[in-house]
């Protein structure tokens, strides 16, 4: 990769194209749904650069707005949530969630008129899905994406959400890239799993017009039979796999990576199932904040939490909180924004390789002043779940699967 490449990929502030795609089109998520409840402190969010607060009204109705007060720029994180409506503390200008400034009480008579020139600096926010979505382009937002976990019942989905020292890409490279599961999340592996998932596989593509799917092919341990993982990556950043597959054969799992700035970003990490009854997940995140999975001190002076101890003692990452703190501890440690022109790559990286060339032709389609699909009616009308499963050998992955929608094929 070209370092002007690596730029365009990772820039996602200010007027880099990647920030304008991802501005412009896309509704972005910004936190679960229960961490902001009504009438609670306004919660701050960092997307693209751009510092905002969301808010829900008592009566449930959500706000997002630039974090900044429009009079003299008090931070509105510190407001009050006073009915359906936000007041800075630090003269009283009240505003509700419309963008409307609906009091100026140092304005005495002249409050309401003085109020209605004022124009506060808000963003669309919607709840889908379990979480809480901003767009923050100038045009008309399309509607909220069509993916699958948007209408599972809330006890058939389960969402985290941790944010992560690092750029975009290289957290959203690790949703792609299935060849580190055998290593770095090997203490982690679901009892019962085939011991067969652990053999290197290798890797088919297929185009999509929402993405890529990406096959591991193994031989399945038994004569005659061969398996297949297949993952979904849905543009610009979302992933499905089929984690717990097939010990839990209709078990999904969701990799949503959400930059914050140049070199922060959030992933939401979830399971869905679409049978409406998700499988206990609770040995994996025992004892974390899922609103902020990584509290604590994770920095390169302290290895971003490191444990020799545990490794001498058997384990093989020395990361024993969870299998997201593993991801956290190989990704932070490449630096904020890894110079990809710097690597190596080999066959395994198929999928990161083409995931990235797919990107930058979204971005040169964008330079010639195409549409971006920024609703995902290409996922809407061709999309795939995850799966894994044993075939037969000589079956075509690409037969395999189950259509979005429900559709068998
Ligand atoms: S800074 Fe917010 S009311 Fe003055
Ligand atoms: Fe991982």
């Avoid at 609906?102 to 109020?115: D, N, Y």
């Avoid at 085939?194 to 096959?215: M, N, Q, V, W």
């Avoid at 992933?267 to 899922?290: A, C, E, Q, V």
């Avoid at 020799?308 to 909180?321: D, L, N, P």
Wanted: charge should be negative.
């Amino acid at each position: 990769m070209t370092p002007k490449d690596n730029e365009r990929l990772t820039r996602v502030t200010g007027d880099a194209p990647m920030a304008r795609m991802l501005r412009e089109n896309y509704w972005i998520p910004f936190a679960r749904s229960e961490s902001l409840a009504a009438a609670a402190p306004p919660q701050r969010v960092r997307l693209l650069g751009h510092d905002l607060v969301a808010w829900r009204a008592e009566d449930g109705t959500l706000g997002l707005m630039d974090e900044h007060c429009p009079h003299r720029r008090a931070s509105m994180a510190l407001a009050r949530v006073e009915g359906c409506k936000l007041r800075c503390i630090y003269h009283g200008w009240q505003m509700d969630e419309a963008g409307r400034v609906t009091e100026v009480p140092s304005e005495g008579e002249r409050s309401a008129l003085f109020a209605s020139r004022v124009k506060v600096d808000r963003r669309l926010v919607r709840e889908g899905g379990g979480l809480l979505w901003a767009f923050l382009g100038q045009d008309e937002p399309p509607e909220l994406p069509p993916l699958p976990f948007m209408d599972v019942s809330a006890e058939g989905r389960w969402w985290s959400r941790m944010t992560v020292k690092c750029n975009w890409l290289q957290g959203f490279e690790g949703a792609l890239d299935s060849v580190h599961l055998n290593w770095l999340h090997q203490g982690w592996a679901e009892p019962g799993k085939e011991k067969f998932l652990l053999d290197a596989p290798s890797y088919e593509i297929g185009e999509t017009p929402y993405g890529l799917r990406t096959a591991a092919i193994r031989s399945a341990g038994e004569p005659g039979k061969v398996h297949f993982r297949v993952a979904e990556f849905v543009a610009p950043f979302y992933a499905f796999s089929a984690s717990r597959q097939p010990v839990i054969p209709t078990d999904c799992s969701c990799f949503i990576s959400v930059p914050i700035d140049d070199e922060t970003h959030m992933l939401f990490f979830g399971f869905w199932d679409g049978t409406g009854k998700l499988s206990d997940i609770s040995r994996f995140f025992s004892g974390l904040d899922p609103d902020d999975l990584l509290k604590g001190d994770y920095t390169r002076d302290n290895n971003w939490g490191q444990d020799r101890e545990a490794m001498a003692k058997g384990h093989f990452s020395g990361f024993t909180a969870s299998v997201l703190h593993e991801d956290l501890g190989v990704q932070a440690s490449m630096g904020p924004i890894v110079d990809r022109s710097l690597e190596t790559l080999c066959g395994t990286d198929l999928a990161v390789v083409r995931m990235r060339a797919y990107l930058l032709d979204m971005l040169a389609h964008q330079d010639a002043g195409d549409g971006v699909d920024g609703a995902l009616d290409g996922y809407r009308t061709s999309g795939f779940l995850p799966f894994s499963y044993v075939a037969p050998e000589g079956a075509d992955w690409r037969d395999g699967g189950q259509r979005m929608l429900g559709a068998e094929v």
